[in-house]
């Protein structure tokens, strides 16, 4: 009688619970769901997070079937097998062991392993592996304390956080491979809705890939501790037309605007000594320590996407980092109002 | 048969009893000690976490600065680990384990006492780095690299001054105390069991000791290892970690972790054998599969080693070095899933009293089994290249420290209290304890999952708005507000019913092991006539002349 009631306890449970999980994965999988979050690993939209997806589920799948196994053994032996009042006292019989039962739960894990760990190696081989295709966009990818450095030197020019790639066409993918490189600590590159995560190890160079499928801005940052600003070392991908790609690399290649109307902040440009870190090309200034600001304005944020790029938030960051990244290696400058006006008008000609 | 304990009151002077204890080599006082301080820094670490939710409860906060949240999450982890988590088991083990296999004290009191000591005296050295270099409102010169310290983070360019010195040495010393403890424990299992119990008939709290003990002398040297080659980079020149002249970054993570994953099976395995003495008392029945027990406990501790790159599948290891780790890994879930069945067994067809110890290992039960899912997901590498470093680490780890660890201490803080006090704690404030933690724990824990799957990494003192981060952190630290209430109320309840509790008697729980066969506390020499068993439930025999454990065994 107890098997009875046990079994048709496992069925309902197990029923009610495909059925929440079903759901649940419909709900994830939802392409509206970047609206739940920009930054979701279950709205993939490139190969490699795809990959990651499927098998995730398949995963969950299995581990939820477990989880209901277990849990459902687990509750009904608490209901079933408390001591009632008006039990007598004595002791239960006692059942010492099984050998059929060890084998049993022996067995059906290790088959369990044997299917999951089959199906993880595939999925880590088709995303490592993966041949590079020869017309396959590179950029070398530099992680710094605390902003990313972008070398298209396929293209010969360099900027610095905010990525721009080319969408691909799943019929004729025309993937992105990123060069993983760090000029000082540990870090990670991750932006969930295109792929996992990869390391960026100074000299230990790593290689990633992404496809994405669709244009827009995807959402990321550094998953690596590496220090103070580590929480805002934050990451945008621009994915867009093969056509907007074109127009945007043509326009990062130019040298730096030179406005002679500006003349004065270049001047003090170099006499402030910014040049020293900064690069802007086409100028003296080929500092390697901070970003490249050759096409500053082309950009939306500024301190690593933390900030938006507005005439107020670029004074207030020049004037001193630490009010939005304090603990960014750019040190306060001790310029006068007049000097950070004209600085600042400079760096608004450099589109 | 139980009998009541006179209290004798007798007024000695203060100091006296300072220096017993301070000079003392008595296991039993020692393993008090090691719980009494990993308590206060469990308090500590508590407060830690609550400042921490507390910044994190909304996006872009500034209640507190980054170089204070930085500092708080390296101490808080380096505290849970080697301040609170080892200690509290080097504590029960030392107070339980000759009390059980029927011994006077362990094989090296004096090494007892100077393990403890060194242990004391890394968390002493780690938490005056707060008080050294530094404003204090900032953390001081505590260690702000996390508490796997990578390299290069660790190196004078990247950490000057002295806090990374702090963590390296506090460690060091801690370890020589961890190793100190190791050797007792191997030791006195081995060496010093009474007449008749075999290894076969120990209590697996005993077995679980011994594992344990292995895996620490196997462990800690690494670690060790790792930062001295760490001092050595930063003082005397050495380049091991120093990219520039050739060095490895990649070589620290693989020592630490060659360290650290078994250093979480060192933490869990006690836990184990807290649930294996209390799950078949308070079920009514011998524990299910000894034997499969013991194996599987043996497994874990060897197949542990040999897991540790899961921790490094994001590092760029090339695909069969990553598909050799998914496996291990996947691996040493099939023994660990085989002890939950075991525990479900012994409950199977018992009558279990749902006393506070059986409550917490109830819910030990359900918590590990969902944190061991969760590890399952972490194992499939992949899945591990989204979610690794983000917030759904953050909730496993603590889903298995917290959810399993923590819920089995306070199981055996209600179990074993009795026996070292002679006194029981309230029960009522336990059940508050019990249902108030439970839901601190899952409020916390349980939402702090969905961060992780929606891109939330970790280690950050703040996020950005729009990234639906927010209602998931601002629930995690209403939990975890809940948790704090829940602590008070049993730290009130260890010290109220020390004073006040029921007298506990021999064996309040009508158990079976040697522990319980002598008076609560026991006296300084444990047993006055050495015992000799015949079955792994000697007192059973005793309670059950005609029925014996070892007409079956």
Redesign the interface.
Known sequence: MQKKASTSWLRLSAQVFSVILATATAALADARQPA???????APDSTP?H??FR??MF??EV?GA??VV??S??AY??VK???RKG?DDL????????SQ??LA??VL??LI?VV??LS??Q???R???AKRPADAIQVTVVAH?FWWEYRYDQYGFTTSNELHVPVSDPKHPTPTYLS?LSA???H?F?V?RL?????L????P??MWIDPQETGLF??????????????M?IRVYVQSREDFDRWIHEQQQPAVSNPAVAAGRALFQAKLCFICHTVRGTPAVGKVGPDLTHLMSRDTIGSG?VPNTPENLRKWIRDPGTFK??SLMPPQNLTDDELNQIAAYLETLR | MASESIPLTIHRNPLAVVYDWAATVDHKKIGIMYIVYALLFLVVMGIEAMLMRIQLAHANSTFLSPQAFNRLFTLHGTTGIFFVAMPILFGFGNYLVPLMIGARDMAFPRLNAFSFWMTALGGVLLYGSVFAGGPLSQGGSAPDVGWFAYAPLTSPAFSPGHSTDYWTLSLLVAGVGSIGAAVNFVATILSMRCKGMTLGRMPLFSWMNLVMGGLVLVTISPLTAAQIMLMVDRYVGGHFFDTDAGGSVVMWMHFFWIFGHPEVYVLIIPCFGFVSEIIPVFSRKAMFGYPAMVAATVSIGFVSLGVWAHHMFTVGMPSYGNAFFVLTTMVVAVPTGIKIFNWLATMWGGKIRFATPMLFCVAFLFQFLIGGLTGIMLATAPFDWQLGNSYFVVAHFHYIIVGGILFTIFAAFYYWYPKMTGRMLDETLGKWHFWLFVLGFHLTFDFMHIPGLLGMPRRVYTYEAGRGWETWNLISTIGAGVQAIAILIFVYNVVRSYFKGAAAGNDPWDAWTLEWATPSPPPHYNFAKVPSVQSRRPLWDIKHPEDPDWRYE
């Not at chain 1, 002791?91 to 099984?98: I, K, N």
């Open positions: 739940l979050s920009p930054t979701n690993i279950f997070a990959s990651i098998l995730s995963g969950l581990e477990i989880f277990v849990f053994l687990l032996a608490v097998f408390r001591q039990d002791e239960p019989p006692q059942v010492y062991g099984s039962m060890e739960w022996t894990p290790v392993v999951l760990f993880t190696a999925v880590i081989h995303v490592q592996d304390q993983l000082d600590v540990d990670s991750w969930p792929a996992g995560k990869t390391d190890i100074p000299n230990h790593n290689s959402l990321g940052q550094c998953a690596q501790y590496c220090g103070t600003q580590h929480a805002k934050l933390s304090p603990g």
